[in-house]
């Protein structure tokens, strides 16, 4: 399994959001977080919508308008932000789809129970890590 930008962008955008949250902004601008993460404005707008769908983020229109988190960051992991952006954090495909690979069915598959246990050891530490302590994190590494 390898993260896309998508997951390692948006994750860095949320954190960068809670991060300045904390600081006391009432919204943060995509293009604040543009420029002090150093990505394109524009790939952050398109990440911005699953994580609004998934109701992690909300927005506020107008010139002091931007995003803020729609729960406490205590409450948001990981896993939740990256599922958003990448989908199933699994380690194979067929694993919980049934998709053929070749082993004749997944029945008959040795190996079935290695992506298994993979897969719940990869949600079960994204699960484990909050917003808030990722934006914890970068608060301090700030001073």
Do not use: F
């Not at 949250?21 to 911005?48: D, F, H, M, P, W």
């Not at 129970?113 to 949600?123: C, D």
């Amino acid at each position: 399994m390898k993260m896309s930008t998508k997951g390692r962008y948006g994750l860095r955008a949320m954190v960068d959001i809670a991060a300045n949250c904390a600081k006391g902004e009432n919204c943060v601008s995509l293009k604040s977080v543009a420029t002090r993460q150093n990505l394109s404005e524009s790939y952050l707008e398109q990440l911005i919508s699953p994580l609004k769908k998934a109701g992690i983020v909300k927005s506020t229109r107008g010139a002091q308008g931007g995003y803020v988190l729609a729960r406490d960051a205590c409450e948001i992991t990981v896993g939740e932000i990256l599922r958003a952006l990448e989908g199933p954090l699994d380690i194979v495909e067929c694993e919980k789809t049934g998709t053929n690979c070749g082993a004749g069915s997944c029945k008959n598959c040795v190996t079935k129970n290695v992506w298994e246990k993979l897969s719940e050891s990869v949600n079960e530490a994204a699960d484990s890590i909050t917003l808030e302590m990722l934006a914890s994190q970068s608060l301090s590494s700030e001073n």
